[in-house]
Every structure is written in C-alpha cells, then in structure tokens.
C-alpha cells in the first residue's frame, strides 16, 4: 500500500501546527491526522473520536510500526514542504478547523506528554 498524496493545511497554534489527509493507492483517503509540536518534537496523531465516557479512541491508525512510521515521515515531509512553501508566515495559516477537522488538544497534550 503506497501514500500517493498528502495534504497539508498549516495552523498557527501553541500545539497544533497543521491538520493532514493521506491518500492511499489513489484510491482511499484519510482526512484529520494533526501534525503536534510535543515535548519531543513534532509527530503525528490519528483522526480519533471523543467517546460517552470522555476517553479517545483512534478511528483510524496503522497496525504495524512500519507503517506508523512510513505515514509520519510522508505527513511531516509534506509538513515541513508546506511551511518552507508559505515562507513559515503565521499570517497566511489558517486559525480555525473546518467541522470536519475535529480535534481536542487537551487529549494531544496528553498523548504526547504534555499536559
């Protein structure tokens, strides 16, 4: 399974720094991985859902470390490709989410240690 596209849409928060999609085999998509700047450095989160009981849970992720990893090196190359684009200009990133990037960074934060 091959990454044939990867979109990037830069924010400009303490945290959250884009929202990414990755297209496989020009085929599938999946939309609302974020791109974190964590206690370690940048990584990438899956699209994840807040359940009844407050909790996160992935609706989407890898089950090998392979490909965990081939996704996040696509996704923050395309990242750093798409701030080196805008010049890293915090006045052209966008500031809000669509409805469909729904995220919560208190639960990023707390995945990467943050918190």
Known sequence: MDITEVRITLRNEEKLKAFAS????????????????????????????KRKDGSYQDVAHPINNEMRKKIEDKVLDAF???????GANPGIIKAAP?????????EEA???GTA
């Open 80 to 86: 750093e490709a798409e701030l080196n684009k805008a």
């Open 110 to 112: 707390s995945k990467a």
């Open 98 to 106: 669509s409805e469909e990037e729904d995220f919560d960074l208190e």
């Open 22 to 49: 990755i297209t496989f085999d020009d085929c599938f998509v999946v939309r609302g991985l974020k791109v974190i700047n964590g206690s370690q450095g940048y990584f990438v989160s899956m699209p994840s859902r």
